[in-house]
């Protein structure tokens, strides 16, 4: 049988030094976090693997299409956003103040570059990115 023993000057000691650290540390970087998350969101997403394609679904609530830019660089696929806004508002809380957002995939090297397809709609990207076809093992003969 173990005994416990309750001892609450090391509670007191505890908490003082976690007051103390948390007004230090945490408080500039949780406003920064705050004032970072008014700026900028995760756009989620959902990839889909089918057998001839790859469908990637994009929540991107608030953005038109013509703030949304799609580009691939060799086979990394860059999706990014920005909304402008005329006024420069000071939030306490901005959840869905979405004024930025960027995502980068990275895609397999046997991808049909020439036949992406994207759309949007009711605040999701749609993404298609059809798989080239296997090509078969060359077999060399020695001479």
């Known amino acids: ?8 000057q090391i509670n007191r000691v505890n908490q ?8 230090v540390f945490n408080k500039p970087v949780q406003e920064l976090l705050n ?6 969101f ?6 889909e693997e089918q057998n001839e394609k790859f469908i990637i679904h994009l929540s991107v609530p608030g953005f038109d299409k013509e703030n949304i830019s799609i580009q691939l660089h060799e086979n990394r696929l860059i ?11 000071k939030y306490q809380l901005a959840e869905f103040n979405n004024t930025s957002f960027e ?3 990275i895609l397999p090297e046997d991808i049909q570059r020439d036949k992406l397809e994207a759309t949007a709609e009711n605040g999701i990207l749609k993404l298609t990115v ?4 296997k090509k078969a093992p060359l077999t060399i003969h020695l001479k």
């Open 1 to 8: 049988m173990t005994n416990i023993v309750f001892r609450p």
């Open 16 to 23: 003082e030094l976690n007051r103390v650290f948390g007004e």
């Open 130 to 133: 059809y798989k080239s076809e």
């Open 79 to 89: 999706i990014g956003g920005k909304n402008e806004h005329a006024d420069d508002r």
């Open 42 to 47: 995760p756009a989620y997403a959902n990839i």
């Open 103 to 105: 995502r980068v995939f």
């Open 35 to 40: 004032e970072k998350k008014a700026n900028h």
